[in-house]
């Protein structure tokens, strides 16, 4: 059967690498990279500290890193509380799944980048690839096909290996490689490290190994135990499958990001043709097409809605992220994390499930900036034909009348793992 993913006559016997097509691990695409998954997310805000007080103590992200963005603003202007910090946030072992930038400092940042539109508030949406030389190869690969690359090289919060590329509305897309792990004492890479081992430039490939680079740290006398620590926990009083926690459930997946976009072809240009994910499925809601792509097994990692449904759901119209997915570890949890919050003041939506396949239970928790948290359980798995289920397969859901419990589906306990304790 002939694969719509691949270009037609092409013999995957014969050797050598075909016209326009790259040796990614022995495979042939058509690209230099292959992104895997959606790894982090980033939103400008002006609320800076009820914002992070959403997110941490609320949601319980965790503290890795900070950034002082007050620095880029004009000195009679420069706050003198936390307003221009940048906020790397964590919800597992990665050094941040989650950014928060002080929307100030953020609009002089886009300016100097090229003047991002203002409604465009994710300012990163980033993708793992899965090796160094995919993300150099790609940096280049981009500019060649007249795609502007605003920065690349590495960025100590995190020490990851990256390059930067707007779409067309501008949303600021990273393509990255080797995201710091966060183990067991809760320590993230000294700041003092940030001159030693950054880049502002793509490296030179290939590049040495992070534990001969740990040792290069150590011997130009920076102390590796010297990095920031999150706070520890207070009370825990919630039994979350067996954890005490402070809260009745634990985000373990930021993803997918929807997005409305102007010009949904234009936007799909990028997604799909440059950036490699797939589309999954396609869905007509009222005459709006809405259009939704993966870069793994899930789904959907990406959903591109029009523009003209922002005023049509009532969302923020002072951002084009119409919401950010997070899941959390079970139907029971999502349940009591929706109760969690409403208890606490936080505005609690739940929006058509016609609008989210592949999802069926969801809602969506509204931040202090306006920007949608969508809290899930569940994500649809593709098969070895990546197939989506039919429509009239999934789960009904009626969004009036949530059931205690849920019958499972074939691939309930399947997706992205979560790997650690839960806290």
Not at 11 to 33: T, W
Not at 92 to 106: K, R
Not at 299 to 304: E, K, Q, V
Not at 306 to 335: C, D, F, H, W
Request: net charge negative; with cysteine.
């Amino acid at each position: 059967m002939d694969r719509p993913d691949r270009p037609a006559g092409l013999n995957e016997g014969e050797g050598g690498v075909a016209d326009g097509m790259h040796d990614v691990g022995g495979m042939l695409l058509p690209r230099p990279f292959q992104v895997v998954r959606i790894g982090h997310v980033g939103f400008n805000v002006t609320k800076i500290e009820q914002t992070l007080d959403f997110f941490c103590n609320l949601l319980g992200f965790h503290i890795s890193d900070t950034i002082d963005l007050g620095a880029l603003l004009p000195p009679e202007e420069r706050p003198i509380d936390r307003s221009g910090i940048a906020f790397f946030l964590r919800h597992g072992s990665d050094h941040h799944s989650f950014v928060l930038f002080p929307e100030a400092a953020a609009k002089v940042a886009a300016q100097q980048l090229g003047a991002f539109p203002i409604e465009v508030t994710a300012n990163q949406i980033s993708w793992q690839a899965g090796g160094l030389r995919q993300v150099v190869e790609g940096n280049d690969w981009m500019q060649e096909h007249g795609r502007r690359v605003v920065y690349s090289g590495r960025d100590i919060p995190g020490s990851n290996f990256h390059f930067y590329t707007p779409d067309d509305e501008g949303h600021l897309n990273e393509v990255f490689y080797g995201m710091e792990q966060i183990g067991w004492n809760g320590k993230s890479k000294p700041g003092a490290v940030r001159d030693l081992i950054g880049y502002a430039a793509p490296p030179p490939i290939p590049h040495r190994s992070e534990a001969e680079e740990l040792r290069f740290i150590a011997d130009n006398g920076i102390d590796l135990d010297s990095g920031l620590r999150a706070t520890l926990p207070e009370a825990e009083t919630h039994d979350v499958d067996g954890v005490l926690l402070e809260r009745p459930f634990k985000i373990v997946k930021v993803g997918p990001l929807r997005l409305f976009v102007k010009d949904v072809q234009k936007a799909l240009h990028f997604y799909r043709d440059l950036l490699g994910l797939k589309i999954t499925e396609t869905v007509n809601w009222n005459g709006h097409i809405c259009v939704f792509l993966r870069a793994g097994l899930e789904h959907h990692s990406l959903a591109l809605y029009p523009i003209e449904l922002r005023e049509v759901l009532g969302l923020s119209k002072n951002t084009t992220a119409m919401a950010l997915g997070m899941r959390v570890g079970s139907y029971s949890q999502l349940r009591a994390a929706i109760a969690y919050l409403s208890e606490r003041g936080v505005e609690i939506r739940k929006l058509p499930p016609e609008l989210f396949p592949g999802i069926d239970y969801s809602a969506l928790a509204i931040s202090p900036c306006g920007h949608a948290v969508q809290l899930h359980y569940y994500m649809e798995q593709l098969g070895w034909n990546g197939e989506p289920c039919p429509p009239e397969l999934r789960r009904q859901v009626d969004n009036d009348h949530w059931p205690e419990t849920l019958e499972p589906l074939t691939d309930s306990f399947f997706g992205e793992t979560f790997f650690g304790p839960l806290g």
